[in-house]
């Protein structure tokens, strides 16, 4: 089993892999093009609502609701006609639900937008046809709000092709997502002004193509498993009404993260331009080996998870939950504590130059040193949260979603006052690794343990081999920016490209040196693709 887990994780991590390097080149053209300043906090503030109802719709309660749910209408008498009637009812129910959402959001934007950014009332913008800040991120939450509905929609697709077992496409298809908005950056910064259409707006809307791109992309592929899309809604359903019944407190409880990101947004609104960037961009380096790691881990094991839930078999659950536990810390420590090590060269090497600068890099690093420390506690919830769900039990997550939350409110007001925008990233570290403590412990005894004593070991040699991975990064590139210190991006992926290299190097060492199954396993995985 940990060898199949591991080569779907590996499957999905290569798709994800591609989607997040293209991400990071499309956040390289954002900060090219837009920077830091007044018009690109006003866009991340509008993406921002858009984005926190995706994870609830999309990435988190929908999935984990609706998988273990279509998971057992597969292995039921019907079979696969009864498995597509229900992926036809979920979409349609989304449909009407998240545009509902939608048209209430646009109708909304004002209110809603002056109520948690009051800040951005009276700050001077230079985007022609509105007033100041504020009336520049009503009118683009205006115009990103669809974003929810074409996402929510891709998630059900997302969700019957992983319960079939394909997991490469649903991977791949946020790579569509930023070819779309990096094409619609580019583009606009170039040429919107020529034709009168203002970049930033050109870019909301790039947003919203993006979102199709990633829908159109998934269309084909569960065509061709037989799925034909039928416009019924039959609210008595008791597969529909056991995902809604999931996605009402999974909403919540698979959300801590982006509920949290928002309350950061809100809460920079008041510390003057810049921090909102800062801290977006941190967040999404940060997230990189979540999207690859965390949520490819989580990915593979939920269908194993929802087969074992079904038949109560807690042996199964254990061990399945214990491997996709260890595979997790085996690639997320190291890349925690990579990050830290290489924060300031890796954000030169991907943000630095055009409206970018050397304070926005320094400020940005700072951010991400903070955010760091809560990788573990993301990826964990992304592995554990989804097995309650699949035990017929969204509450538990729930109200450990909702302490979390609160727990960070509390922790963000008191950081903030002390460290700055640097404090709103801790305190988010903070409440992630709360949320995934308490879920570990209050999973430990429903499932009659967790395996902690190797999980345990895991987590310490894999520590051990990160930090002599992570010294080795930092001396490396130190000594090569003596011998390379020109500020090109040549020179800086020199640097950065061997820093990384040597860094694998030593971890691969140390982790042979310590017999890290996990890692090795992983490693066998992922040199298996690269020769084919």
Do not use: C
Not at 491 to 504: D, F, P, S, W
């Amino acid at each position: 089993m940990s060898v199949r887990l591991a080569k779907s994780a590996g499957l999905v991590s290569l798709a994800t892999l591609s989607s997040r390097v293209l991400g990071l080149v499309r956040d390289g053209a954002l900060t090219r093009f837009f920077g830091a300043g007044v018009e690109m906090d006003a866009f991340l503030f509008a993406t921002r609502i858009p984005t926190l109802l995706r994870e609830l719709f999309a990435e988190g309660a929908m999935s984990a609701a609706f998988v273990p749910t279509f998971t057992r209408r597969l292995s039921g008498r019907a079979g696969r006609s009864d498995a597509w009637r229900l992926g036809s009812l979920a979409f349609n129910a989304l449909l009407v639900i998240t545009g509902a959402i939608v048209a209430a959001g646009i109708a909304l934007a004002g209110p809603i937008t002056a109520a948690y950014a009051p800040e951005f009332a009276g700050v001077a913008t230079t985007v022609a046809g509105y007033r100041d800040k504020l009336d520049l991120a009503i009118g683009l939450t205006r115009i990103t709000m669809p974003f929810l509905t074409v996402i929510a929609l891709s998630a059900v697709l997302m969700g019957m092709l992983n319960a079939l077992g394909r997991f490469f496409i649903p991977a791949f298809a946020p790579a569509v997502y930023n070819i779309v908005l990096t094409i619609t950056a580019v583009l606009s910064a170039w040429f919107g002004p020529r034709v009168g259409i203002e970049p930033i707006v050109g870019l909301a809307w790039g947003f919203v193509l993006g979102g199709v791109g990633q829908f159109l992309v998934q269309w084909p592929a569960i065509r061709r498993e037989g799925f034909r899309h039928q416009w019924v809604l039959d609210v008595r359903d008791p597969g529909l009404h056991e995902i809604m019944r999931l996605m009402g407190p999974g909403t919540i409880g698979n959300a801590a993260s982006q509920i949290n990101l928002f309350v950061n947004t809100v809460l920079a609104t008041s510390l003057g331009t810049g921090p909102i960037s800062y801290l977006n961009y941190a967040f999404r380096l940060m997230y990189l080996p979540i999207g690859i790691f965390g949520v490819s881990v989580a990915t593979a094991v939920l269908p194993d998870l929802s087969r074992h839930a079904t038949t109560s078999d807690h042996a199964e659950i254990r061990r399945t939950l214990s491997w996709g536990l260890r595979l997790m810390l085996a690639l997320n420590v190291p890349a925690t504590l990579g990050l830290i090590a290489l924060a300031v060269p890796i954000i030169e090497l991907i943000f630095e130059g055009g409206k970018f600068t050397s304070v926005e890099t320094a400020a940005t690093a700072s951010a991400l040193m903070f955010y760091a420390p809560g990788l573990i506690g993301y990826s964990t919830v992304k592995i554990v949260s989804p097995t309650f769900y699949a035990m017929h039990d969204a509450r538990t997550p729930m109200l450990v979603s909702l302490f979390s939350v609160a727990a960070n409110v509390v922790l963000n007001l008191t950081l903030v006052r002390r460290f700055g925008f640097q404090g709103l990233a801790l305190g988010t570290a903070l409440a992630a690794t709360i949320n995934a403590g308490l879920l570990v412990l209050l999973l430990r005894p429903r499932i009659g343990g967790l395996d902690g004593r190797r999980i345990a070991g895991t987590f310490v040699r894999i520590t051990l081999a990160s930090i002599a991975m992570a010294l080795a990064a930092v001396w490396v590139e130190s000594t090569l920016h003596q011998w390379l210190p020109e500020p090109t991006f040549w020179a800086r992926l020199v640097r950065v490209g061997v820093a990384i290299v040597v860094a694998l190097g030593v971890l691969a060492l140390a982790a042979m040196a310590l017999r890290i199954q996990e890692f090795q396993i992983a490693m066998s995985r992922v040199l298996a693709r690269v020769r084919r």
